[in-house]
């Protein structure tokens, strides 16, 4: 899944685009650019995005070579 339908997701479970970015600390244009894929979701706001949407959308989903499992 790319990155804008991971952001359509997160929006829809926190229930808005706007609220997205209010509980990410960005401005709503920000949203909708990466939505519309002017922009890509920065690694330092996928975490974020993973609390917001309580692990529905995971930041390893965005970036699974910077959020890849450690073997125990």
Excluded at 12 to 40: C, D, F, N, Y
């Amino acid at each position: 899944m790319g990155h804008q339908e991971l952001i359509k997701r997160a929006a829809e479970i926190v229930g808005s685009r706007a609220q997205l970015a209010r509980e990410i600390g960005v401005k709503p244009p920000t949203v909708h650019q990466w939505v519309a894929g002017e922009r890509p979701v920065p690694v330092k706001r996928c975490l974020a995005i993973e609390r917001a949407t309580g692990g529905a959308v995971t930041a390893r989903e965005f970036y699974p070579e910077v959020f890849e499992e450690k073997a125990a």
